[in-house]
């Protein structure tokens, strides 16, 4: 049985999981989408043109999901969590304000951009699907903001019961965590995405050598290019957001290092290996440095540090895989053109890029429990405590268990889909004469 308090936590952290799933996907889809289609008006290669129509269909059913996951999301922030949402909901109302915005446009433009294949000329359809790319990266944007200001609240003025007096309007986007949480959520997206449409690539290619054409190239390439080319400056932004939080959440970076006790000269701890002084060095720029351990802070603000601890080497773990992945891509492409072939043929890279499909997604869950569980026991960073935001109903394990069917059939549809659509037809050699014909209104219409 799980008490009220858990049942609400462990509901949230299904229903974000489920989410941010599918919500990265509609953040990054949008882009490749755009560059196929780009692409394919530019060089009037037909492959192009066919696989930002079939992304497009994507697109659509990962906003939809998205939309209701998203939905759900903030109902269950009114019906769990009233508490924080009557004190604080002005305090962060613009980002919600703002991703409603966001929504709307991106699914205005959306629907014209599905609509509009056979009705638009080339270059306004293209056009609509920039809003659609825009919107869906700032809807992350904007909902990141709002997380953010949970982990580095500014502007709040309370008075002497604790009743909010005063926000500062602009206060999530001012927020010191704002920057790097922003920046890594968006890099994050594009990764996931990227690396989950070359691992759907590489998979068929593997299963039927017969599909190492140029279609399938082609997306496999979109998706590479885009996963792998962030892994090295998602690192960087890594580093940037660990000394923001050891700046603001000193807790929470312990929590992160797994580092109790207060140290000069701290040592860095990854699995079963320490390298003596590392954490020092990497953090303060010298090795003997003195850095802030879970011993000052008092028992019952303490994080549960094993698993932040666990999902912190989780994420470097994976980014590190992901960066050596794309060191030896980067090297297989370039020793191919010199010798006049293709990186697909490299049965290897294909395994390798297949597996490391899923990875991205581990490491954003993995971050999102740093993120989240490092900030226990505040809902709001240092100015409210997570019980104190939950709601007075009971029996909430119940609605916990309701939220795990619904998703899960929810899931099995949306695979469902997205494997009918990865099923339909390829493009046949008269889509090619077709593109160069709406390639050549394009230039017309630009001079």
């Given amino acids: 049985m799980l008490d009220d308090l ?76 009233p508490e924080f949402m009557a004190r604080f909901g002005s305090a962060f109302g613009i980002s919600f304000t703002l991703e409603s915005f966001a929504f709307f446009i991106e699914a205005i433009f959306l629907a014209l951009y599905l609509y509009g294949w056979d009705r638009l000329s080339p270059r306004a359809h293209l056009l609509c699907g920039i809003p659609v790319a825009l919107g869906g990266v700032g809807s992350a944007v904007f909902v990141t ?64 050598p017969s599909k190492r054409d140029g279609y399938h190239r ?5 998706g590479a290019v885009m996963g792998l080319g962030l892994a090295v400056p998602q690192a960087v932004v890594g580093d940037w957001a660990s000394r923001v939080v050891a700046e603001y959440q000193p807790a929470k970076f312990a929590a992160m290092e797994g580092l109790e006790q207060t140290t000069e000269g701290a040592p860095f701890s990854f699995g079963p290996w320490e390298i003596p002084n590392l954490l020092s060095l990497l953090l303060k720029f010298d090795p003997n440095a003195r850095i802030t351990g879970l011993d000052v802070v008092p028992p019952a603000d303490r994080p549960p540090a094993g698993i932040t601890h666990l999902a912190f080497e989780v994420m470097i773990g994976i980014g590190v895989a992901l960066i050596a992945l794309a060191a030896y891509a980067a090297r297989a492409w370039y020793r191919d053109r010199q010798r006049g072939a293709r990186p697909t043929d490299r049965r290897e890279l294909l395994i390798a890029m297949a597996v490391a499909g899923p990875l991205p997604f581990v490491a954003l869950i993995a971050g999102w429990i740093v993120t989240e569980v490092g900030r226990q026991p505040w809902i709001v960073y240092q100015v409210m405590r997570t019980p104190e935001a939950l709601t007075s109903q009971t029996g909430l394990e119940t609605y916990f268990y309701v939220t795990i069917v619904v998703y899960l059939a929810l899931s099995v549809a949306l695979v469902a889909i997205l494997r009918r659509i990865a099923a339909g037809p390829h493009p046949a050699p008269d889509r090619v004469l077709e593109t160069r014909d709406r390639h050549r209104a394009f230039s017309d219409q630009r001079h």
């Fill in 6 to 81: 858990t049942a609400a936590r462990e509901q949230m952290a299904f229903s974000l999981g489920f989410h941010i799933i599918f919500a990265v996907l509609g953040v990054g889809m949008p882009w490749l989408m755009l560059w196929a289609e780009w692409r394919g008006l530019r060089t009037g290669d037909g492959r192009w043109t066919a696989l930002a129509r079939r992304w497009s269909k994507a697109v659509a059913v990962l906003f939809a999901v998205g939309a209701v996951s998203g939905t759900v999301l903030s109902v269950e922030f009114g019906i769990l969590w």
């Fill in 218 to 222: 082609r997306g496999f390439a979109a």
């Fill in 145 to 208: 903001t709002a997380n953010a200001w949970m982990n580095g609240p500014v502007g709040l003025v309370q008075g002497p019961d604790g009743e909010l007096v005063s926000t500062e309007p602009l206060g999530p986007f001012l927020a010191p965590t704002a920057g790097p949480q922003v920046v890594h959520m968006v890099l994050a997206a594009f990764m996931c995405t990227g690396l989950a449409v070359a691992a759907v690539y590489a998979t068929a290619m593997l299963r039927d």
